[in-house]
């Protein structure tokens, strides 16, 4: 959702707010690299003006003040339009015309003058009035997607109101064919962050969110740098200001000096050249140095990002979040769309593993006009404990996947078990599936594996519950580390204490690798730690083999088991589990990375 497109066009990445000091933010960067590019900040401004009274023969003046504003208006909107570079992102013009729509509608460009000539009040405020009134309009429509065009609406009134003020327009710069953009929110949904994808934004940041929020996770599935947690930032940077993005380091330059400038655009150059050498590892067999397999697997977000997976070699896909189908959209996909997808997925991957896991809805991934205010959603109806409420729902997706196991090898991995009752419930429910299937005469593979979600620190404990009776297990750490520390992670205030280093989720770790290797059930890491590189020996020397993790990390990370004695980092793991100095941790974990 961009806001205020001219300001976008009209300031060039050269085009940093005259006057202003260079400053830095830090955050948390969620994902790799550098972004240079024009801030466009997300915001809802207050709209407040004075209110007087004109005399009767001041009236035709005032309204020609508001014709000549308008006016005005609608010449910098087209002449921003007229400026757009090739290659910036296609919905900068559809917002312009939204502005220029919103501006032509009678309620802001005629209604008006009716105030001013009937109740004799000034322009500005006159305009305010009918801004209200559409605004309130807005309010009540349904479709969230339109409501949301409401801060659009401020945007204009806004130019409105500054051309009624006298206040200079912007004079456009001439046009950036590289001006690229990134988004300054306070906050972005998951949902939001969909509705950007295959929208061409240099970077992200936010003054909200933890690493492992679902809007880092997909923030970094688009690959682009981005950085949340920055608390302040949407308040401190100015639209169209020059950023520099060091999502590596999680910090952000405001209107960075020419030396700066510099040396990022050096360092971008460098991390790119980076990039492409590790390309070259794409037909490397990932092992470590004593030859021990070791496979590297996709996360995926949506069926179009198999393409990504299937790119960077990926032995399969670890985890396909089949959630992601589900949000941001008015109706639900029926089995067959769901089926389409899955099978898509599937027929790419050929004979890999196509690992979908069921729908994990809730805490902070909603249904749209679904969602439901629990008082703890992060412990409320998620995930497994939601389709097993949802029994009809859940059947539609179970029956798709397994008709999309014939075109592929598709295994069902299910989210946030933490009893032996939900296990048997849900195998109750996947055994229904196939009935129904038998019945109609639907292939499937009959012996289709099914895994669950090692994410909860109970069912960790109570492993053998989940061993017994599952052909495979995958370690959500985003959320096993989330349950364990109790740190909500999408809470920024607490994000500061997410720490797979923790001395208990180092214990867990281990422990749920060895007890299900012991039991001969494989078990993968899929939340966000298999595809941090810092902890790749870590894994590896407790035992673990399969990584699952974003397309973009599995280059880097096979680059490092491709390094790694395995003896040694056995030896390490055994040393940072006897100890709970957290300084000593950190000492073992540069060690085994040195
Ligand atoms: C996890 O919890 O680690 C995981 C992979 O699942 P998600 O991030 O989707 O909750
Ligand atoms: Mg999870």
Sequence with gaps: MLRDPVAAVQSGPSGAVAGRMSFTIHGIGVSQGIAIGCAHLLSVAQLEVSHYQVQPDEVAEELSRFDAAIARVRAELSAAAALIPEGAPAEMEGFLNLHLMILADSTLSEAPKELIRTQLCNAAYALTQQAETLLEQFERIEDEYLRERKADVIQVVERVLKALSGQP????PPPQPDADIILVARDLSPTDVILFKGHRFAGFITDLGGTTSHTAILARSLGIPSIVALHHAHQLIREGELLVVDSTQGVVLVNPDAAALAEYRLRQAQSRLEREKLYLLKATRAATLDGTR??????????????????????????????????????????????????????????????????????????????RVAPNPALGLRAIRLCLAEP????????????????????????????????????????EAKRSLDAAGIPYRRDMAVGGMIEIPAAALAL???TRGLDF??????????????????????????????????????????RATAAGVPVAVCGEMAGEVGFTRVLLGMGLRQF????????????????????????????????????KLRALLARING
């Design 294 to 371: 070791v496979e590297l697997l996709a996360n995926i977000e949506l069926p179009d990002e198999v393409d990504r997976a299937r790119d960077h070699a990926a032995a399969g896909i670890g985890l396909f979040r089949s959630e992601f189908l589900f949000l941001g959209r008015d109706e639900l996909p029926d089995e067959d769309e769901q089926f389409e997808a899955y099978r898509h997925v599937a027929s790419v991957m050929g004979e890999r593993p196509v690992t979908i896991r069921t729908l994990d809805l809730g805490a902070d991934k909603h249904l749209k006009g679904a969602a």
């Design 169 to 172: 327009g912007h004079l456009p």
């Design 392 to 431: 009809q729902m859940f059947l539609r997706q179970l029956r798709a996947i397994l008709r999309a196991s014939n075109y592929g090898n598709v295994r069902i991995l299910v989210p946030m078990l933490s009893t032996a009752h939900e296990l048997r419930q849900t195998l109750e429910l996947i055994a």
């Design 548 to 583: 699952s993790m974003h397309p973009a990390n599995l280059l880097e990370v096979k680059q490092r088991v491709l390094t790694s004695d395995l003896g040694g980092a056995q030896r390490v793991v055994a040393q940072m589990l006897r100890t709970e100095d957290p300084d």
């Design 464 to 466: 053998r519950t989940f």
């Design 473 to 514: 297990l995958s370690i959500g750490t985003n959320d096993l580390i989330q349950y364990t520390l109790a740190i909500d992670r999408t809470d920024d205030a607490v994000a500061y204490l997410y720490d797979p280093l923790h001395p208990a989720v180092l214990r867990l770790l281990a422990h749920i690798i060895r």
